[in-house]
């Protein structure tokens, strides 16, 4: 009986898997993934961005991951309205305090020594940043508001530490320089068309589906080793 007893713990252990609500860098995370339309691994820093862009209210929200190069380090995710690179990003920064708290902010970056905190080219609401304990990671939650259309340029970024409440400089390693892309808002992760809104309830249902068939079987399984051992 003592295989069943481990099937069942590990269908037990599966079960809670897809209920733990830590995050990760990666796009497997269950929680983001089912409520997010879409995540895109992106190309550089071991970074992740789940979002949802809803086309009628031209809606953006997202969900960056990322993990800093040291615990007091920062994350940012921006968009570059004009150009590709650093310059010219309108950012959100996401860092830990020294007391555990998480700050957020919003800065306009118009060259490498110009970083200003305050608004931005466009409105972002409900920001908030959040310390994944699991792997170090930090994921900065926001919505944006008239991102752009299409093709947008994002831009990403990591650094080692925060000085009076401004980033310090990152590394200028390959990775932290290929730290940018396009991101296709008419793509997957567009949402707000009937298609799409029927397909997304669609992937929910299965998942809950999922969870629930692995809980029945969890129980199965420990009703059976229950009864084997005593
Ligand atoms: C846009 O629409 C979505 C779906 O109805 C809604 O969840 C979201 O809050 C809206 N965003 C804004 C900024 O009104
Ligand atoms: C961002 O900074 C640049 C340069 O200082 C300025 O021209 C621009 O208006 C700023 N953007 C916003 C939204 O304040
Ligand atoms: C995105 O899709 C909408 C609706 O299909 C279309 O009207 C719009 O032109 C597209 N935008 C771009 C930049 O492709």
New binding site residues.
């Given amino acids: 009986m003592a295989s069943l007893l481990q099937i069942s713990q590990l269908f037990s252990l599966l079960f809670l898997l897809t209920l733990s609500p830590s995050l990760s860098s990666t796009c497997t995370s269950p929680k983001l993934i089912s409520s997010y339309q879409t995540c895109t691994q992106l190309s550089s820093l071991s970074s992740s961005l789940h979002f949802t862009y809803n086309r009628l209210n031209k809606s953006l929200s997202i969900a960056f991951t990322a993990t800093p190069p040291s615990p007091s380090g920062w994350v940012a995710w921006g968009i570059n309205p004009t150009s590709t690179g650093m310059a010219g990003t309108?950012a959100i920064l996401g860092y830990r305090n020294s007391d555990g708290t998480m700050s957020v902010k919003t800065l306009?970056i118009?060259s490498y020594s110009?970083l200003?905190e305050?608004?931005?080219?466009f409105d972002v609401s409900d920001k908030r940043a959040v310390f994944n304990s699991g792997d170090g990671s930090i994921t900065i939650f926001a919505t944006v508001q008239n991102p752009g259309d299409g093709k947008i340029n994002h831009v990403w970024q990591v650094g080692p530490s925060v000085s009076k409440g401004f980033p310090d400089k990152h590394d200028f390693k390959p990775e932290n320089l290929a730290s940018k892309g396009s991101l296709d808002l008419n793509g997957s992760g567009q949402s707000g068309s009937s298609s799409s809104d029927t397909s997304s309830s669609n992937d929910a249902t299965k998942k809950r589906n999922v969870g629930s068939f692995i809980l029945v079987l969890g129980l199965v399984f420990g009703l059976f080793s229950y009864l084997g051992c005593s």
């Fill in positions: 309108q306009n118009s110009d200003v305050g608004k931005l080219s």
